[in-house]
């Protein structure tokens, strides 16, 4: 296969007996084009939070792909670098999202049930190729940290005035008793 692949659509017809080792980058465009194509990434709401994502890299990773009568067996891991918020000081921040991928994942072949369903984790056949980004950018979703923090000893805001209280102590005074 190539050595670095800017896609990751594959054939059926064309796919060796063995598996295979793929290295990858998903240019942010083609990951959220991605996530837009993925069922109820077309969603208005889920459009514009594709939209207004920050990028700082692309999205790499090493994949070993294994087809055996058309079931994907999928290990690897990935990581792209994103703008996140802190979710105690909301100061914004470059931080790298990355996780190990171990899935089982079903070829089918295209029918009007399966477009109008929700997705369950199949992947569509179309033409005898299949097409994994969108499964990258569902992975990319579910490794979103729940509170993402600019450092890890974070101190935050001052409940009373707001004061950045990475920043030194605030003027009013209430903030020093939230220290850690």
């Known amino acids: 296969m190539d050595p670095v692949r800017d896609n990751l659509v594959f054939s059926v017809e064309a796919w060796p007996e063995a598996e295979v080792s793929v290295d990858f980058i998903l240019s942010p465009p083609v990951l959220v084009q991605a996530m837009k194509s993925r069922p109820g990434g077309d969603e208005p709401e889920s459009e514009a939070v594709a939209d207004a994502l920050v990028f700082k890299s692309s999205m790499r990773g090493r994949l070993v792909i294994q087809l055996s009568y058309r079931r994907l067996t999928i290990k690897g891991s990935f990581g792209i670098k994103v703008e ?3 979710s105690r000081c909301l100061r914004q921040f470059v931080g790298k999202i990355s996780d190990p991928i171990d899935e089982q994942i079903q ?9 109008n369903a ?3 984790g199949d992947i569509v056949l179309v033409n005898n190729h299949f097409d994994l980004a969108p499964l990258m950018a569902e992975l990319f979703w579910l490794s979103w940290p729940n509170r993402p923090l600019c450092k890890i000893d974070c ?24 220290r850690h």
């Open 107 to 115: 070829l089918i072949e295209p029918t009007q049930e399966i477009s």
């Open 155 to 178: 101190v935050g805001l001052c409940p009373s005035c707001g004061s950045n209280l990475n920043d030194g102590p605030c003027s009013c005074g209430q903030g020093q008793a939230t």
């Open 118 to 120: 929700v997705w369950d």
């Open 84 to 86: 996140l918020t802190c």
